[in-house]
């Protein structure tokens, strides 16, 4: 799928040059997989992550990353054009 420019940024199913794309990034919006929250700590990008529903080991990793301060986590059902300004700003 190629990417697709919304009114917030850019959206990406997949992104096979991420690592370019991630330098660019002021903000990072993603699941919370272990991998990729490594990835925002270690390039300093602030990030809201946004677990698979019912996918414990992701929402364990969401929670633990807010707790930490490195990331601001909000639930799928709850994401909104609202909730993603307030959980940015």
């Known amino acids: 799928m190629e990417p697709r420019k919304t009114p917030f940024g850019w959206f990406y199913e997949w ?29 300093e990008k602030p990030s809201l992550l946004v677990p698979i529903p019912q996918q414990t080991e992701q929402e364990g990793n969401a929670e633990k990353a807010e707790r930490l301060g490195i990331a601001v986590r909000v639930e799928q059902d709850d ?10 700003g």
């Open 15 to 43: 992104c096979p040059g991420k690592d370019s794309i991630l330098e660019m990034a002021d903000l990072v919006v993603s699941r919370a997989g272990h991998t990729s929250i490594a990835q925002f700590v270690l390039s």
């Open 79 to 88: 994401l909104s054009p609202q909730t993603f300004s307030e959980a940015s």
